[in-house]
Each structure stands twice: as C-alpha cells, then as structure tokens.
C-alpha cells in the first residue's frame, strides 16, 4: 500500500464513480483501476461494491476511509511541518 493508492482510494469514495475520480486526479479510469484492485488484494478485502451506476463503499471500505483520512492529513500536516 502506498500513499498515491490511498488518495486514489479517497478521491473515488468521495466521487462515487471511477470516471469521475480518475477525470479530478487527471488520469485514465483503467490505471485507477488498477490501483485500487491492487489495495483490495493486498488488504484482502473489498473496499467497494461497484455497480453500473457507480460504486459504493463496503463496511470494510467506509473503516479503511477513516483511517485512509487521517492518513492523508498526517502526511500534509508532516510536510508543512517539514517546510517550515
């Protein structure tokens, strides 16, 4: 897991659609993709149920989006910190 798939994570959670996401992170929806069925496999559970009117977050998702949050803003505030 890395930081770049947790902001990944978070964008699509709040989107609520992959294309929508991956049009915000400026990217390809298949690379998105990816990068979040790589998460699921490594935390081995699934973090979205996707549906053809876009995906929603599992009870496993919506705990690892708590936690993907504070994550986020810890490495934000690290690097603010960091600069000063």
């Known amino acids: 897991m890395n930081l770049k798939q947790i902001t990944y994570f978070l964008a699509v959670a709040e989107a609520g659609q992959m294309t929508a996401a991956a049009k915000q992170l400026h990217m390809a929806q298949p690379p998105l993709s990816y990068q979040l069925k790589a998460l699921e496999a490594e935390l ?3 973090l979205f149920e996707r549906g053809s009117r876009g995906v929603r977050l599992t009870g496993s998702g ?7 949050q504070q994550i986020v803003e810890t490495v934000a505030a690290a690097e603010n910190a960091a600069r000063r």
């Open 62 to 68: 919506q705990q690892f989006m708590t936690y993907a």
């Open 44 to 46: 081995g559970v699934r």
